[in-house]
């Protein structure tokens, strides 16, 4: 596991999102992580990479307020929501200052860690539209926008 356990678990909760360390009680889809009514819990000795959290983190972030409280479990997103993740992964490892490599490893997101990080790191981004649509970035720098803050910046964390 990476060093940057504290710096990410202070991130998550300064923008809101409750996490807990404590031993993980069910089955998860990620090692380490599970979610109880919208707060992370972690057990860090489980845990794969710190960065790992980020991606947990942003499934609750990117559910609307009222209903971050119920989510619980393994969380069942559909295609848009899920990149949409990944891309609020990628924006907050970069806030971090966290590696390419430690956000998106060769075990991430079915394994699909490696593409991801060359893809984000190229700057061909998944995932952006919707963080513009809830109103948490700029895709694309516009003459309208040309003092805005574009991705992989964020305007917000969370969404309303």
Known sequence: MSGHFESVVAF????????????IQ??????GI??????LVVDRGALCQSADLLHEAAHIALTRS???????????SL???????????WAAALHLSIAPDEVFHDEV?????PTLRENFVAGRYV???MLQYWGLTIEKRSPQHDDAVVYPGMIAWVRP
């Open 66 to 76: 009222d209903q971050r409280s119920v989510l619980d479990g393994t969380i069942s």
């Open 109 to 113: 997101i079915s394994g699909n860690g």
């Open 127 to 129: 995932g952006v539209p």
């Open 34 to 39: 599970d979610i109880v009514m919208g707060t």
């Open 79 to 89: 295609a848009a929501e899920e990149v949409s993740a990944i891309a609020w992964s």
């Open 12 to 23: 998550i909760r300064s923008i809101g999102i409750g996490v807990r360390e404590a031993p």
């Open 26 to 31: 069910r089955k998860t889809l990620v090692p």
